[in-house]
């Protein structure tokens, strides 16, 4: 494993000796703001009270992390959790439980649902329905759509909006916005960061023809780097024009690493595990299982990603996940439906990475944790300080196990990754101070609440 230098254990300082706290995760190594080293945390009322010393304060509950790895909670800003709607495949509560078995303990879900979350009335409703049922605390994206641009300045500051998130490309109806006008209507009005679903969809439908019946491999070659490239193209224009700032989800191809790299004025990028894991080679043996928008591609693309997160120019990690029954993905393609799980493979998939010295895991924590963070606007998660939420990801780095289908919480309950060994496994999930998850099962009843946005106090 890749890791920098280890500070000494630091002493919980004046009244130490005295101090009481709700909780103690005593013995690991924290990976914080001050780098890797021994040291305890304190919690107290659901956020971080004392970091240092901590073997002769008192708690109601102490947590032995001796040999383990204490992270900032990681933070999941794009999944799809099907409620309201398409339930029979995945819901608030089951895709909520997917990610703390996998270490996430914040997300951020998708707007894409039915009804489509574009209104006050549908975020609140999403809010209503994941308040104290989600087992991580959460947020909701809300769909800019050519209807709904005037109420735009309102829904995005609305409790429980992590921003507006327009589909460029692959959506249906209203939520679609394929035009420049009405991307730049939309952008006009947000001044929180909007995510975007960049593919363009004039060249999608006028590549149709490239699909073949029964052959998923054939989705990179519809759905093609161009697409991509030509919808961030345009994408990042309109938002230089509006003086807009813009998050572009999934990046998948080479050709936009130059362009974004240039665009740090106005745009952040995020990546997936999938397509840093994956490529087009795995068509053969996963089949419509791989299917996603944007496509997984050839491997050119993922050793290009991964160039582009060692430069900085990729700044999150998302999982994408979007969950269908392995029915519907039987289907023959393209009467196949894009997406899979994902949120609980994240921390274990990237976790390998980090171990095969693809990444640190001071970088790894920056993508998952800190960059959303800053982002974003999140207020108080994504760091483990005083004063934040005690969100908290603990990680055996040395473990090997094997990603099963039965390990996965999702309705759905299947993984691309399926008997894949790994190096590193998440080993609790503590969402503000109470643990949701330890050694892979739920400990604590749902306790979900709406994240805090320093633009939406």
């Not at 409790?159 to 490309?169: E, T």
């Not at 993508?367 to 998660?381: D, M, N, V």
């Not at 998850?437 to 749902?446: C, H, M, S």
Request: include cysteine; charged fraction near 25%; charge should be neutral.
């Amino acid at each position: 494993m890749m890791a920098g230098a280890r500070t000494p254990r630091k002493r919980a300082g004046v009244g130490g000796m005295a101090a009481t706290f709700d909780l103690i995760l005593s013995g690991g190594d924290l990976v914080n703001q001050d780098g890797i080293g021994a040291r305890d945390v304190g919690v107290r009322a659901g956020r971080i009270a004392r970091i240092g010393d901590l073997s002769r304060a008192s708690a109601g509950e102490r947590i032995d992390c001796t040999g383990l790895t204490i992270l900032p909670g990681v933070i999941d800003s794009q999944v799809h959790f099907r409620e309201p709607g398409a339930t029979h495949k995945e819901d608030l509560e089951t895709g909520s439980r997917a990610a703390v078995m996998g270490g996430v303990a914040c997300v951020f879900e998708m707007p894409n649902t039915n009804p489509l979350t574009t209104s006050a009335e549908t975020l609140a409703d999403k809010v209503a329905r994941a308040r104290k049922r989600m087992h991580c605390d959460f947020a909701f994206w809300v769909g800019g759509t050519h209807d709904n641009v005037k109420d735009i300045p309102e829904l995005e500051r609305l409790p429980g909006a992590a921003g507006i998130k327009v589909f460029m490309g692959s959506s249906t109806g209203s939520l679609l916005v394929a035009d420049d006008a009405g991307v730049a209507a939309i952008l006009g009005k947000t001044r929180r960061r909007a995510a975007f679903h960049s593919e363009d969809e004039a060249r999608l439908e006028s590549r149709k023809g490239e699909r073949i019946e029964g052959d998923p491999r054939s989705h990179p070659v519809w759905r093609d780097e161009q697409a991509a490239l030509q919808c961030t193209q345009r994408l990042i224009r309109i938002a230089r024009e509006q003086r807009a700032i813009i998050h572009v989800l999934h990046i998948s191809t080479e050709e936009e690493l130059a362009l974004l790299a240039d665009a740090k004025d106005v745009a952040s990028a995020e990546v997936t595990p999938h397509h840093l894991t994956l490529t087009a080679d795995d068509y053969a043996r996963l089949g419509t299982k791989l299917q996603m928008n944007p496509p997984v591609r050839a491997a050119r693309h993922r050793d290009a990603l991964w160039r582009g997160l060692a430069q900085g120019v990729l700044d999150i990690l998302g999982s994408d996940p979007a969950p269908h029954t392995l029915g519907e993905k039987a289907k023959p393609y393209p009467a196949s439906p894009s997406g899979m799980t994902g949120v609980q493979t994240l921390v274990p998939i990237m976790l390998d990475h980090v171990n095969a010295g693809r990444l640190t895991i001071e970088r790894f924590v920056d993508l998952s944790s800190h960059g959303p963070q800053r982002i974003f606007g999140l207020a108080g998660k994504g760091r483990v300080a005083v004063g934040y939420d005690a969100d908290f990801t603990v990680v055996d780095l040395k473990r090997r196990a094997t990603i099963t289908d039965e390990w996965i919480a999702s309705r759905s309950q299947w993984t691309p990754h399926h008997g894949r060994q790994v190096a590193g496994w998440p080993v609790g999930t503590i969402a503000r101070g109470a643990r949701a998850l330890w050694e892979g099962e739920l400990v604590t009843p749902a306790t979900g609440e709406p994240a805090r946005f320093h633009a939406a106090l």
